[in-house]
């Protein structure tokens, strides 16, 4: 079974300017996650859906926002970007929501800021 | 709201020591927890995870956790390292009730260096 895929791998962006990310879970899976890494804060939750609803959120920027379809796939959208969103974003799936299964984590997006 | 502290940063061992990996966490309802460990340049695998049962858990490549309740700790074990066990190992914890209510709070991660 393919694992989590996310597009683009890379990506940079200048100040101001706004990012889509996008992310495609494994097979099955219903709920997607996405999280902030980086090296000064570490791994943060930004928000997850499951059914094309967002059921939780974490602690971000009304800047951050996301979707999902009616496949699974999710994409995540910064706007207004700032120096300090540079950073991996990581989505991960699982089948039935964070608190009741695992998940399973992608490569990441490797968002630079300039 | 939850947190979890993973005590080492930094950890470095030779070959065949056995190694201890500190986790603790604050939250006082039902937890799910699990060990992550991301390798040079791959993305985040899971380890282990404890929802319920057994607070004693294995998981892949010889890892084994175990889950102490009233010591709000979630340490990770193995009897003797291998050089492929370099890598960032994170801690993480999730409400257990199954509302899932803030995705998975992670801790600030042990980079382990085995040295051959």
Same mark, same amino acid.
């Given at each position: 079974?393919?694992?989590?895929?996310?597009?683009?791998?890379?990506?940079?962006?200048?100040?101001?300017?706004?990012?889509?990310?996008?992310?495609?879970?494994?097979?099955?899976?219903?709920?997607?996650?996405?999280?902030?890494?980086?090296?000064?804060?570490?791994?943060?939750?930004?928000?997850?859906?499951?059914?094309?609803?967002?059921?939780?959120?974490?602690?971000?920027?009304?800047?951050?926002?996301?979707?999902?379809?009616?496949?699974?796939?999710?994409?995540?959208?910064?706007?207004?970007?700032?120096?300090?969103?540079?950073?991996?974003?990581?989505?991960?799936?699982?089948?039935?929501?964070?608190?009741?299964?695992?998940?399973?984590?992608?490569?990441?997006?490797?968002?630079?800021?300039? | 709201?939850?947190?979890?502290?993973? +005590?080492? +940063? +930094?950890?470095?061992?030779?070959?065949?020591?056995?190694?201890?990996? #500190?986790?603790?966490?604050?939250? #006082?309802?039902?937890?799910?927890?699990?060990?992550?460990?991301?390798?040079?340049?791959?993305?985040?695998?899971?380890?282990?995870?404890?929802?319920?049962?057994?607070?004693?858990?294995? #998981?892949?490549?010889?890892?084994?956790?175990?889950?102490?309740?009233?010591?709000?700790?979630?340490?990770?074990?193995?009897?003797?390292?291998?050089?492929?066990?370099?890598?960032?190992?994170?801690?993480?914890?999730?409400?257990?009730?199954?509302?899932?209510?803030? #995705?998975?709070?992670?801790?600030?991660?042990?980079?382990?260096?085995?040295?051959?």
């Amino acid at each position: 079974k393919a694992g989590v895929t996310q597009t683009p791998r890379y990506l940079i962006k200048t100040r101001g300017q706004q990012v889509t990310l996008s992310c495609s879970p494994i097979s099955g899976h219903r709920s997607v996650s996405w999280y902030q890494q980086t090296p000064g804060q570490g791994l943060q939750f930004l928000f997850e859906y499951f059914s094309e609803t967002q059921r939780n959120k974490g602690n971000f920027p009304g800047r951050f926002s996301g979707r999902q379809f009616s496949n699974s796939r999710s994409e995540m959208n910064v706007s207004t970007l700032e120096l300090g969103d540079s950073a991996l974003y990581l989505c991960a799936s699982s089948l039935g929501g964070p608190g009741t299964d695992t998940q399973y984590f992608g490569p990441g997006t490797r968002l630079t800021v300039l | 709201a939850q947190s979890v502290s993973q +005590h080492n +940063h +930094h950890v470095i061992l030779s070959e065949a020591a056995s190694l201890e990996l #500190g986790c603790n966490y604050s939250y #006082g309802g039902t937890v799910n927890l699990f060990w992550y460990v991301q390798y040079p340049g791959q993305h985040l695998q899971l380890l282990l995870k404890y929802f319920s049962g057994d607070p004693l858990v294995k #998981g892949i490549k010889g890892f084994e956790a175990e889950f102490i309740k009233s010591k709000f700790s979630f340490n990770l074990r193995k009897p003797s390292v291998q050089w492929s066990d370099t890598a960032e190992y994170f801690c993480a914890v999730n409400e257990g009730s199954g509302g899932g209510a803030d #995705g998975l709070t992670f801790g600030k991660g042990t980079h382990l260096i085995i040295q051959p």
